[in-house]
């Protein structure tokens, strides 16, 4: 069960796991599992793609898209009231995500007109995971971005359900953002399906999404051979929650039960400047628990690894989370602007008592696709830039080509490039 | 040597050869020669790192990053002239990659502020190639973004010379950019010291910059362990000309044998409207190769591997272009700014006859760390961007939470997250 630390008891250990936890590595599944599957799709594209469909989902597919007949059936079949909740979340993430376009630029200097175009990656595949459950809010987070980017050409990645179909609501969100192609292939050889191209899918030139370690490892094993981009890679999900003791105690508690919902691995951090609060907390997240309510054993088994930690300030704790680089953050403090500035290494950030991650999963317009496992530090939740591509030009007159006529012929030469480099500029003055 | 061919006359092997020319596979020298080397690096820090560089580079280093004094006297016997040089050039680039910074955004909506900040990347090395020849220009293209972002903490990596020491050159660019570490070890030894730190240099969080297949290797590596960021996989530099005939051939067989000087793996593709032209050009190349000047039989191997295609017009040779990809691309032809809009996927582009590439390599502002391989479909060059990361932000007041609580319960119930995602909004509700 979750415990109450004080900071300055933590040790080493207790360091390495809250600040080093990610060191997954992905060789032995990416060789072993990853590589065979993405040859056989290479090979033999969709046949093999309904042949590991089959074995690992037992589904026979006649194709491996969804017919426009079963995505319309799909969307007849959803609830009024669910499609009404995705289309007013689908509204708010617009928005947000409207705000993120960037303009060109362009400007001349001295005879030379520079410049940066952004432009749309033109092939883009969202996975959404399945299974289970499924998850139409991940088709929200991925689709969305890549359409406001100017990303044509979208795949939705989902393995299907036992029926051979694609869930009912992932069908309604689709049609509701237009997309129209959904490959009904899960796992390595969704991925590789999408990342290669087969006889009926085409090859996507960037796939994001969260999925599990087999989708993850063929995401990066595409990656590593150069054939596509990707967003960062996908590990368990994870608050870190800072809080002043000005928010109500279960309200805290229930936020860090929200996290532990989600998958046994995934990790709910307190920290805390009110030790009464810490008790109260914990008290009642283990009220909880004991009332056995919802996913009871999964919330259980990812509280044991998780901490509630008694911080001298809150200076010290945003400290802590920069240095922790949570995938989300909950500044639960009175004036959470004041310190906006001075957080940093955060996947997204919920400000305030009134701000818990749930609303940002799922309608605020924030994307909830985003790094974990501390990658925060180094990279960034999905959003218009992931899909977006730079050009950088350059045009030079005469008078300018001149003028870098003398520094790059010193400059190239100093390289050892002293014939061409140097010679094409001079070439241009020859007489 | 380079051929003349007819675009309708290539087959399926030329556009093979042409369009999916990446495909390099490192996973062998991840886990045979690289896994190894980092996980010494990771259990004996540095003297691990100098064990390699003993072994790889023949140099025995008392320490493994450059004293100031060692810097400093690198500065000092660097010529004045090379010097001035490269801070014009530097000048040149910061001017360039300062108009790439962005504002942050903040915006409300019915009681609840949203908003993204836009942060450096604390920590980031730039790996600079060395070995026969030292690149200076690589530690401006590298350092100078990552500076304007507002990353604080950098590290050069670069193998010694033969002498244990940096190259003057390298130290005198790194002092004029206010780089004071220079970790002094190339390879898979140098990305693994940077990437997970040891007792002298701290863990990067990112790592750009070409090297060879070790360096791509060792950094794409650490990457699929999600514990640093890098750039797009390095390959062998390229570009493709367009031209329609008005440029002086000499000046385009220069550009191709510019390119071709750089290795023997380099591609320099030409598309011409002009079959005139396309002759007239091999012409030049033939009469410059048998002339031995310069790198002679590396120019000579490359352009095996070059082609120069006839194309029926410029249109269809900007969608062989965007197909293709270019790391670099000249588009020589009268009033180029007409078709910018309609070029895409290149890493930096280059307009007009005045335009070739070595300007943009070494002085035009331009970045000249860029994607190969045709991986322009889906990355970019290095820019201000490549440091930056987004932290999303959202504040509910009460009546903003109220509005999202019905959509929330709705959408998490069908996603299986039925008690406490809905449940974290409800209890904010309870008496």
Chains 1, 2 share one sequence.
Not at 331 to 347: D, E, K, Q, S
Not at 357 to 377: E, K, M, Q
Request: glycine content about 8%; charged content about 25%; aromatic content about 6%.
């Amino acid at each position: 069960m979750i415990r109450i630390r004080k900071y300055t008891e933590l040790n080493k250990t207790d360091h390495d796991r809250l600040f080093n936890r990610f060191g997954a590595d992905f060789s032995s599944i990416m060789i072993d599992t990853v590589a065979p599957i993405v040859q056989d799709v290479k090979n033999n594209g969709d046949s093999a793609v309904k042949k590991y469909t089959s074995r690992f989902d037992g589904v026979d597919l006649s194709s491996i898209t969804a017919t426009p007949d079963e995505i319309e059936k799909g969307f007849q079949n959803t609830p009024g009231e669910l499609l009404s909740a995705f289309s007013a979340a689908a509204k708010n993430i617009e928005e947000f995500h409207s705000r993120q376009k960037r303009e060109d630029i362009q400007y001349d200097r001295n005879g030379i007109t520079l410049g940066v175009k952004y432009e749309p990656i033109e092939r883009a595949a969202v996975y959404v995971p399945g299974g289970k459950a499924s998850y139409p809010s991940s088709v929200m987070m991925g689709v969305i971005p890549a359409k406001i980017a100017g990303t044509e050409d979208i795949t939705v990645i989902t393995p299907p359900g036992k029926n051979g179909m694609v869930p009912d609501i992932i069908c309604a969100v689709c049609k509701m953002l237009g997309v129209t192609r959904v490959l009904k292939s899960g796992g390595a050889q969704g991925i590789a399906a999408a990342g290669l191209g087969t006889e009926t899918v085409p090859k996507s030139d960037i796939i994001v999404g969260p999925g599990n370690i087999y989708v993850t490892a063929a995401k990066t094993y595409l990656f590593s051979q150069g054939l596509i981009q990707i967003d960062s890679l996908a590990g368990p999900s994870e608050v870190l929650i800072i809080s002043d003791g000005s928010a109500d105690p279960k309200w805290i508690a229930w936020d860090l039960l929200s996290q532990a919902e989600h998958e046994e691995m995934a990790t709910a951090v307190l920290l805390t400047t009110d030790i009464r609060e810490a008790e109260a907390v914990k008290a009642e997240i283990m009220k909880d628990i004991e009332s056995g309510s919802g996913r009871h054993e999964i919330k259980k088994k990812a509280l044991t690894r998780s901490d509630i930690i008694v911080m001298p300030d809150v200076e010290s704790a945003i400290e802590f989370s920069n240095r922790y680089a949570p995938e989300h953050m909950e500044f639960a403090v009175t004036n959470p602007m004041a310190y906006l500035n001075r957080i940093r290494n955060v996947g997204s950030l919920f400000l305030g008592d009134h701000s818990p991650v749930s609303v940002g999963d799922y309608y605020s317009g924030t994307n909830h696709i985003l790094p974990t496992g501390g990658a925060a530090r180094f990279s960034s939740g999905t959003s218009v830039d992931t899909f977006i591509r730079r050009t950088t030009f350059q045009l030079l007159n005469r008078e300018a080509l001149s003028e870098a006529r003398g520094p790059v012929n010193i400059m190239s030469g100093a390289e050892g490039f002293d014939d061409k480099h140097g010679g094409s500029i001079n070439v241009r003055f020859e007489d």
